[in-house]
Antibody, heavy 118, light 107 residues
Framework: QVQLQESGPGLVKPSETLSLTCTVS????????WSWIRQPPGKGLEWISY???????NYNASLKGRVTMSIATSPNQFSLQLNSVTAADTAVYFC????????????WGQGILVTVSS | DIQMTQSPSTLSASVGDRVTITCRASQSISSYLAWYQHKPGKPPNLLIY???SLQSGVPSRFSGSGSGTEFTLTIGSLQPDDFATYYC?????????FGGGTKVEIK
């Protein structure tokens, strides 16, 4: 069974960089596309980005170039960095696997709450 | 961006009820629509993809239909485990977008 687990700091200061890692078990990060999705408190889901280990990548333009994704095959992880955060970036962040060859998500992590506050 | 609008935002129902949730797209997405079930503290669970294809392991009481701009998720006979929030997602074009969610509550 494929499992994903997000990790990272739960509190980030405004203007700093949010960094999260997703550890994958049951599937190789080299074999699929991987995504980040977030949900601000009381709001809907927002897709952030996806990436394949070969470097193929796509970001949500609404995040205006603040997003960086990377994949590490050892250990089996991928990461998200979001620069220059504001309170509007406070959300539960989910990592997910893109179901090949389509753009929906067949496995998700349980999510991690990241609060942006001084 | 394609806007996805779900209705209702909250639905009160009883065990055994037939439940229908609607998702409308701001432009045609063909059949590129997925449905997810989400319970607090747990990962979202893929139910339906390509509008009407049931994900492996999902009970057959869940079904999806629609194409173009209007879609429905139906739960044939609501079970206690089905009380959750449901989201639709379009994957016709980027950015991928989700509906605002429908919370199914116990009546």
């Amino acid at each position: 069974q494929v499992q994903l687990q997000e990790s990272g700091p739960g509190l980030v200061k405004p203007s700093e960089t949010l960094s999260l890692t997703c550890t994958v078990s049951g599937a190789s990060v080299s074999s699929y596309y991987w995504s980040w999705i977030r949900q601000p408190p009381g709001k809907g889901l927002e897709w952030i980005s996806y990436m394949q280990h070969t470097g193929s990548i796509n970001y949500n333009a609404s995040l205006k170039g603040r997003v960086t994704m990377s994949i590490a095959t050892s250990p089996n992880q991928f990461s998200l960095q979001l620069n220059s955060v504001t309170a509007a970036d406070t959300a539960v962040y989910f990592c997910a696997r893109r179901a090949p060859p389509e753009n929906y998500f067949d496995f998700w992590g349980q999510g991690i709450l990241v609060t942006v506050s001084s | 961006d394609i806007q996805m609008t779900q209705s209702p935002s909250t639905l009160s129902a009883s065990v055994g009820d037939r439940v229908t949730i609607t998702c409308r797209a701001s432009q045609s997405i063909s059949s590129y629509l997925a449905w997810y079930q989400h319970k607090p503290g747990k990962p979202p669970n893929l139910l339906i993809y390509k509008s009407s294809s049931l994900q492996s392991g999902v009970p057959s009481r869940f079904s999806g239909s629609g194409s173009g701009t209007e879609f429905t998720l139906t739960i044939g006979s609501l079970q206690p485990d089905d009380f959750a929030t449901y989201y639709c997602q379009q994957y016709s074009s980027y950015p991928l977008t989700f509906g605002g969610g429908t919370k199914v509550e116990i009546k």
